[in-house]
């Protein structure tokens, strides 16, 4: 963090604990929703539905935040964020404390926790575009590209961090709760130190709030704009969605995004299930972080060692990345033991981890520089979409018929590496 000359460390490692701490927050309560489900005697898909609602209103609000944060309020942004995260994490926590204790019944439990749940969809999203406007505006360009790298990898360590602690957080008197209650308490202390270390001074440059992705374990890195992209243009730049430069790149964006949202919406009822964890949520949500734990890992693994190292191109890392994502799809459906289910996970979040980036930049690649914040706007609601319905969906077909979530999985992903060999054309430089 040293490397960041214009703005001090102690301030820079503050803006990383928002993002941090907001990831993992939200990908820890994730990998207990399984357990959460069979507690409160719910049906899968009404939990899974909850994420839905949360992650719709993230879509819907956070370009409006990164419009507004193009403004001098993004101290006052973060701290709405941070707000948002809090309240909803220790909201979401007491409703399921009095569900899970028998206070109130499961059906207001769960209306409750979807209520709550839209305090960080809808207030939760205005932190990291703020975040990212923060240190875009008192950066030079050398510097810039440093410390929006260190920003988006401390939101991708922490959809690591939070399936490998949440059942390190179950205990008296909280239960399934604590890992919410702990991670309210986090962000509060996060939160004292934005409003007490962190200056709201004058910004030296221009700059706008990047349109961050709605965070989901697995799903870890974040586009870096450089300078030209966050001054702000003198005209907002509006493109078509069905733009003949677009198309196929948001297409297959669609395809594997949906794909990767019902895998992560499924694998933990999936592990639940196929261990037999019905009665043991302790063990259901250590399993399950475990699990999202080697994803997470696998992801990073991808994005932040293959890729550079290899210099893959956008078209082939999707096409590669779907490969191996079906691979890994059709492992884990048909695996029935914690080990296989592991490697299933793990390469099909391999595969996701080399698709998504490929589609990123090839979406970047096929516009101009100047109409880069509008292309950066619409992958992010591309990536946010998925999470609105996919996972729900794919909780239902998986009760209605274990193998009918991997088989959508499969064939859609299948047809996008069928259809991508044609549609997608190589851009003019690698990842």
Known sequence: MSAVRAIPSDRVAILFLVMLVSAAGNTAMQSALPAIASELDIADVWVSLAFSWSALLWVLMAPRWARLSDKRGRKALMSLGVIGFVSSMGMCGLMLWLGLNGYIGPALTFIGFAL???????FGSAAPPAVQAYIAARTEREERAKALSLLASSFGLGT???PALAHFLIFPPFGLAGPLVVFALFGIAVLIALKTRLPNDTPRFEAR??????PSAASVNQPVAEE???ALPREEVRLK??????RSWL?????????QAI???VVGFLIRDRLGLHGLPREAVEATGSVMFVGAMATLLAQWGLIPILSISPRNSVLWGSLLALIGIATTGASHDFYGITLGFALASLGFGLFRPGFTTGASLAVRRHEQGDVAGKIASINGAAYIVAPAIGVALFNLWEPASFILMG?????LIIWGRSALAEPEKPL
Do not use: C, K, Q
């Open 228 to 230: 030209e992209d966050n």
């Open 209 to 214: 709030g990047i349109v961050t992705s709605y």
């Open 263 to 265: 895998m992560l919406g």
């Open 160 to 162: 690591v961090i939070g």
């Open 241 to 246: 969605w069905f733009e003949d430069r677009l």
């Open 251 to 259: 297409i297959a964006g669609l395809l594997g995004g949906h794909a």
């Open 411 to 415: 064939a859609g992903l299948l047809f």
């Open 116 to 122: 709550f749940r839209s305090l960080y969809g809808g």
